[in-house]
Nanobody, 115 residues
Framework: QVQLVESGGGLVQPGGSLRLSCTAS????????MGWFRQAPGKQRELVAS???????THADSVKERFTISRSFAKNAVYLQMNSLKPEDTAVYYC?????????WGQGTQVTVSS
C-alpha cells in the first residue's frame, strides 16, 4: 500500500488555473502507474490523466489541451496542471497509485469552478 496526500484544490473562476499535487509515501520509481481521477456529485469516478513509471501519459478527451500530468522523482510527487478550467471540471479529484497487486487512493481534494 502507498499513502497518497493531495493538495492544491480550491475555488477558481472559469478560465482560471490550478495545480494539484500528490505526494507518495514511497519512491514513485516503485509505482507502475499514477493517475488523477475525479468524481462529480451524482456521477461515477472517472480517469482524468495517468502517467506510467516509463513516462507514458494519458489524458481524458475532455481535458486534453487543458490539463497536463507530470511528476517529480526527487519529490515522490505527481502533479496535475489544470488550465482553462470550466464549471464542468468541478469535482473531487483523487490521486491513485497502482503497484502490481495493489491500488491506493488519496483522500481527495475539492476543485470548484464557479464565478
Amino acid at each position: 500500500q502507498v499513502q497518497l496526500v493531495e493538495s492544491g484544490g480550491g475555488l477558481v473562476q472559469p478560465g482560471g488555473s490550478l495545480r494539484l499535487s500528490c505526494t507518495a509515501s514511497r519512491s514513485i520509481f516503485d509505482i507502475n502507474v499514477m493517475g488523477w481521477f475525479r468524481q462529480a456529485p451524482g456521477k461515477q469516478r472517472e480517469l482524468v490523466a495517468s502517467i506510467t513509471v516509463g513516462g507514458t501519459t494519458t489524458h481524458a478527451d475532455s481535458v486534453k489541451e487543458r490539463f497536463t500530468i507530470s511528476r517529480s522523482f526527487a519529490k515522490n510527487a505527481v502533479y496535475l496542471q489544470m488550465n482553462s478550467l470550466k464549471p464542468e471540471d468541478t469535482a473531487v479529484y483523487y490521486c491513485n497509485a497502482k503497484v502490481i497487486g495493489t491500488e491506493s487512493w488519496g483522500q481527495g481534494t475539492q476543485v470548484t469552478v464557479s464565478s
